[in-house]
């Protein structure tokens, strides 16, 4: 519940005005309907008395018949303004929360948000925020504005027409109505996060059972997931049936409180017009206002419902985010060598021995090694090493001289830039794409660079750099996609650039010309670059072979295996 | 077929009298309006308050209240049971049909997109019923009292057409706009966080949280523009609305004053009448509000049928067997295809028994895989025999062949579990250990900090492809399995690890098992016994 109250909070705040627009329009709604009501109640029931005692001409009919105008079409364009505004605060403060869990993922290892690129755990997150768009909507502001509104009717209703009505009906909606909403709370949260428990259950068999379809089938399994999905179902129903009978529960207790709250105000408007201390037309006053009072307290079922699974989405996000330390040391790096390893040993998490032999390795300025080995043998994790995104195994790693963890983060980025295997663009225009990479960046620098990764033609014949590439960079080839990503790798003008596989999806000659105009362009960068293609190493100045420890050596020496041609000889 | 004709003509009986018992509902408003007015008028004739009235008002209030709720019941169950159906139909369809559709897609339409058909009944269909009598019924008694005010309605009346007209358009560009709002951001928002990696390495946290920003504030606003129109259209009803509401209360004051002296019945109107007149007004405009606000319901759920339909129109043909655990063949495997054709695809004949092995041959897209789908029995044959263990391949064998098959496919699935119950899927408790060193996986667990306990998959260790077959193949040891089918066993492995893989597929037939494996890798193809190129292609 705090959790759900700091993101109330953190919503809110993301533009107090807009949602304080949204406020005073949804509460001129309620405000209206009531006024409106009870004014023409007021209206007719006066008009009839004056009719009656035969002063209808002295009767003022025309102030009462234009505050009824006014009201009957100032609701009507207060519904529009409050409809609008509302969602207009909605989309502003889910904005800012989903800025908010971006600025928190942007802490997380790589290697978590590499995994979170599943599609599972991603839409999750977008599910959880959505699931929170009915808190301000259908809950805070709908809540507000009820308060507003019963207070305000109140203190209408003890003016005009007496304190005795205007705390039997006013006070009495809301207590009782506070009542009702609470106990619909208190009843609702535990079926409706359970409800949305099973449902994530749901969720996480049906993909068990249709990512492993084929194994599913195969082990005789599928009777067994089918069941288990039937299973989550079922809970998922009976708890939705459950919460829909405490929603209605609460409907028809709030309905019956309004028909309270009119039988109370007829019965006490009538004892006060008998008694003589009030006219007919303002006693009408109190059940007309009662009858408004619904759709104050109506909408408001919804949102409390709601509530619990607002509760299990905020229980996974939190809107805090941490000060940013400055870092105010800065290392001043020492010329010679740029990258020296000594001895250095990676291991993959969950492993408990290296991938691969110790590695010693130096590169100076202008140096350019391609590092090869089998697939599996550790050359990626050795460039998230250095690239500083996780530890070693063993070792020493000196980045111009100063021991890597030395560095703070802001200035390793400005000297290592790595361009990993999976690199990924983002949906919006070439530039937008090319700006990640630099603050100043003009489109002289930017067609200089896509001359050098020789995507000057494709991306102008794509409509130049405006062109728009879909979400993830939908929109080019893999080979195109491979080269833009390098684009931007390269606009860093780094002092160590590591390049994984970088001419991957390219055919040779493109891969040559790449790697030959990136020489050319970044002559004093030393280059570090994994690779399994005769193209790259034929540019560079060394190639170190990494020996792969990796898995399945045998202990026994009878397992060892015998190599495929001695089996095809016995088999011939 | 006989499970949607239940589905569909239980709700409409039901859902009629869900429908019936709201509209009864509604129609208590009346008697309570005519409470009401009995009573402001005995106040006005300076009679009191008659308490019979205030009964009738309590409880024509509680009886609406309650019939409301009941209606409210019956069309939730009822909703639910469609939703249920539903549901069942579609996971009995895909259950059997491995590879139609992707495992995501699967999880959106039973988890969240089926729940849809639900709202449709209990919101859409009530307020259209609501909408046929209600609105009729208020006009009618409106008019009994005063023709005028009847006719201030019935100026609205004809144009309620043109309403839904609108609130259908307009809901359309709403939900629309919701389309853009909710998917895009959240595409965005996906986008950014998968690009993460990336945009740390280039130093441009700043940068890229400042597009981010930019995008979905355009995005706001193309979604304001679209909403500015789309509201406006319902805000023509609400502004219908609020202005009968006020030409009939001035009318009805000026009557009562005696100012004016027409739209009656003959004598002048009585204040009862007045306050009944004036307070069946919104009640004559709320079932065609809540129809505007239902509307919505209606084309989600039109969309969901729509999926679903194109599901069900796409049927192909369904697994052998019911993917149970099937009772195992006695004895030693054996297989025979004979002019087999599946999916088109000629397939070649293949005669094998215990402990011989083939390789198929042919450039990708031959239909190898298709072969090793008919012969696992996830695949029916359109012609020719496939004979297993001695007895045809069909619905009732295909769960007790594929007990003593295992697939290795070339990407393996590692679910998100326990190396150990990776290997022993069934929890039979066997120890793994002789499995693993027979597919050469013995160094890959020993390896492991966590040893079988270590948690595979998405949020835990990778394993490399090659690994990942080996681990397979393990499996398939510790199942027993004595025919194995692999698809493109080696493919994309170093000499090392490739080798590694063959040994094992080789000490496997060694005990007896059948060996098929779909490969264009001539290692491979050397290790085994024989080589069967498809039909439709080079080998």
Redesign the interface.
């Known amino acids: 519940m705090r959790r759900l109250c700091q993101i109330a909070a953190t919503l809110w705040r993301a533009d107090p005005w807009a949602m304080a627009r949204g406020a005073a329009a949804a509460l001129a709604v309620l405000m209206m309907g009531a006024a409106?009501?009870g004014l023409?109640?007021w209206?007719?029931?006066a008009?009839?008395?004056?009719?009656?005692a035969g002063i209808?001409v002295a009767?003022d009919?025309f102030r009462?018949?234009a505050g009824?105008?006014f009201?009957?079409?100032g609701?009507?364009?207060a519904?529009?303004a409050e409809?609008?505004l509302t969602?207009?605060a909605t989309?502003?403060a889910?904005?800012a929360l989903?800025?908010t869990?971006?600025?928190q993922?942007?802490g997380?290892p790589?290697d978590t948000?590499?995994?979170?690129?599943?599609?599972?755990?991603?839409?999750r997150?977008?599910a959880d925020?959505?699931a929170l768009d009915g808190l301000v909507l259908r809950l805070v502001l709908p809540a507000l504005a009820a308060l507003v509104t019963l207070l305000g009717a109140g203190l209408m209703l003890w003016w005009l027409v007496g304190l005795g009505l205007a705390l039997a009906v006013a006070s009495g909606v809301l207590v009782f109505g506070v009542l009702v909403l609470g106990v619909t709370l208190w009843l609702s949260t535990a079926p409706a996060r359970r409800a949305e428990q099973a449902?994530?259950a749901?969720?996480?068999a049906?993909?068990?059972?249709?990512?492993?379809?084929?194994?599913?089938?195969?082990?005789?399994?599928?009777?067994l997931?089918?069941a288990q999905?039937?299973t989550a179902?079922a809970e998922a129903?009976t708890q939705?049936?459950h919460v829909?009978?405490v929603d209605?529960?609460a409907?028809?207790a709030l309905?019956?409180l309004?028909?309270?709250a009119?039988?109370a105000a007829?019965?006490l408007?009538?004892?006060a017009?008998?008694a003589g201390t009030l006219d007919?037309a303002r006693?009408?006053i109190g059940?007309f206002v009662a009858l408004a009072l619904a759709e104050a307290l109506m909408p408001l079922r919804r949102g409390v419902t709601e509530l619990g699974r607002m509760l299990d989405a905020a229980s996974r996000i939190d809107p805090t985010v941490a000060e940013e330390t400055l870092e105010p040391r800065s290392v001043t790096p020492r010329p010679g060598a740029i990258l020296a390893l000594r001895d250095v040993t990676v291991t993959?998490?969950?492993?408990?021995?290296p991938l691969f032999e110790p590695l010693t390795l130096t590169l100076a300025p202008g140096d350019w090694v391609a590092l090869t080995g089998?697939?599996?043998s550790g050359k990626s994790s050795l460039l998230d090493v250095i690239?500083g995104?996780r530890g070693a195994a063993g070792g020493e790693i000196l980045l111009s001289g100063l021991p890597l963890a030395d560095w703070p983060e802001?200035q390793l980025?400005?000297h290592v830039?790595?361009?990993?295997q999976r690199?990924?663009?983002?949906?919006?225009t070439i530039r937008?794409n090319l700006?990640?990479?630099r603050?100043d960046l003009d489109d002289t620098m930017a067609w200089e660079v896509l001359r050098t990764v020789c995507l000057d033609h494709v991306i102008e014949q794509a409509g130049g750099l405006g062109a728009v590439l879909g979400?993830?960079g939908t929109g080019l080839s893999g080979g195109e996609t491979r080269r833009l990503?390098l684009a931007?790798?390269l606009l860093?003008r780094p002092a160590l650039l590591l390049l994984d596989e970088p001419t991957e999806g390219l055919d040779d000659a493109t891969a040559r010309q790449v790697l030959t105009n990136i020489r050319a362009a970044l002559p004093r960068a030393a280059v570090l670059m994994a690779s399994h293609r005769a193209a790259e190493r034929g540019t560079a100045s060394r190639v170190v072979d990494m020996k792969y420890l990796g898995?399945?050596?045998?202990?026994?020496p009878d397992?060892t295996?015998?190599?495929?041609?001695g089996?095809?000889k016995a088999?011939? | 077929m006989t499970t949607a004709d239940r589905s569909d003509a239980a709700p409409r009986g039901r859902m009629a009298r869900a429908g019936a018992l709201r509209v009864l509902g509604d129609l208590m408003w009346p008697v309570q309006a005519a409470a009401v007015a009995a009573v402001i008028g005995g106040w006005l004739a300076g009679q009191g308050t008659g308490l019979g009235w205030l009964a009738l008002f309590l409880g024509a209030g509680a009886l609406r209240a309650g019939l409301s709720q009941l209606s409210g019941r019956i069309a939730f169950a009822e909703g639910q049971a469609v939703v249920e159906a539903e549901r069942r139909r579609l996971l009995d369809l895909l259950t059997l049909r491995p590879g139609r559709i992707s495992s995501a897609e699967v999880a959106a339409l039973l988890a969240d997109k089926i729940s849809l058909l639900a709202p449709e009944l209990t919101r859409y269909r009530i307020a259209m019923t609501r909408v046929r009598v209600v609105p009729l019924v208020l006009l009618a008694l409106v008019a009994s009292q005063s023709w005028a005010a009847a006719l201030v309605l019935l100026v609205a009346g004809p144009l309620i057409p043109v309403f839904m007209a609108l609130i259908g358009m307009a809901a359309k560009e709403a939900s629309a706009a919701q389309m853009i709002e909710v998917g895009a951001v959240n595409q965005v928002l996906i986008d950014r966080i998968a690009a993460l990696p990336d945009v740390r390495l280039l130093g441009g946290f700043d940068r890229a949280r400042a597009g981010f920003e930019g995008r979905v504030e355009a995005l706001r606003a193309r979604t304001m523009a679209v909403l500015r129109i789309a509201f406006l259209s319902s805000t023509v009803l609400e502004l219908f609305a609020a202005l009968g509401m006020a030409m009939i209360a001035v009318y009805v004051g000026f009557s009562l004053l005696g100012e004016i002296r027409f739209g009656t019945w003959g004598a002048p109107l009585t204040a009862g009448q007045g306050v009944f007149v004036l307070l069946l007004v919104p009640e004559f405009f709320q079932p065609l509000r809540d129809l505007a606000a239902a509307w919505h319901d209606r084309a989600a759920a039109a969309a969901v049928r729509d999926e679903v339909a194109a599901l069900h129109a796409d049927q192909g043909a369904p697994i052998l067997g019911r993917g149970a655990r099937g009772r195992r063949g006695a004895g030693a495997p054996s297989l025979v295809l004979c002019g087999g054709v599946a999916r088109g695809i000629a397939l070649p004949g293949i005669t094998l028994s215990a402990g011989q092995s083939l390789a198929v041959t042919g450039p990708s897209g031959a239909g190898k895989s298709t072969l090793l789908d008919v012969l696992a029995g996830l695949l029916p044959l359109e012609r020719g025999t496939l004979a297993v263990d001695g007895a045809a391949l069909d619905h009732t064998t295909a769960d007790g062949w594929r007990a003593r098959l295992a697939f290795v496919p070339q990407v393996v699935h590692v679910p998100d579990v326990t190396l150990g119950a990776y290997l022993d899927p069934l929890a039979t408790g066997v120890d793994p250990a002789e499995a693993l060193a027979k597919a050469e996986a013995g160094g890959i667990v020993a390896a492991l900090r966590d040893g079988l306990g270590t948690r595979l998959g998405e949020t835990g260790a990778g394993v490399s492809g090659g690994e990942a077959r080996r681990l397979a193949l393990a499996r398939a040891f510790v199942a027993g399995a004595d025919v194995i089918l692999a698809d493109e066993p080696t493919a994309d492995l170093d000499t090392d690890t490739g080798a590694k893989v063959i040994a094992a597929l080789r000490r496997a037939q060694k005990d007896g098992a059948i060996v098929i494996a779909a490969t264009h890798d001539p290692a491979l193809i050397v290790a085994l016994d024989g080589a069967a190129p498809m039909p439709g292609g080079v080998s």
Do not use: C, K, N
Not at chain 1, 47 to 52: D, I, M, Q, T, Y
Not at chain 1, 206 to 219: A, C, K, N, P, Y
Not at chain 1, 417 to 420: A, D, E, G, V
Not at chain 1, 561 to 565: C, E, G, M, N, R
């Open positions: 409106l009501l023409s109640g209206f007719v029931t008009a009839a008395a004056a009719g009656l209808g009767f009919v009462p018949s009824v105008r009201l009957a079409l609701r009507a364009g519904r529009y409809r609008l969602h207009d989309l502003r889910l904005a989903r800025l869990l971006l600025r993922m942007e997380l790589v948000l590499r995994r979170m690129r599943s599609a599972g755990a991603l839409t997150v977008t925020v959505d449902r994530q749901l969720r996480h049906s993909m068990g059972l249709f990512r492993g379809h084929r194994d599913v089938i195969q082990q005789g399994r599928l009777p997931a089918r999905i039937d179902d129903r939705e049936d829909a009978r209605e529960g409907g028809l309905s019956l309004i028909a309270l009119g039988t007829l019965w408007g009538g004892q017009v008998a007919p006693a009408a059940l993959a998490p969950d492993r408990i021995q089998a697939s599996g690239a995104l802001a980025r400005q830039t790595l361009l990993p690199a990924l663009l983002v949906g919006g937008e700006a990640l990479a603050d979400e993830g990503a931007r790798a860093r898995f399945g050596i045998s202990h026994d397992q295996v015998p190599p495929p041609d089996l095809g088999q011939s």
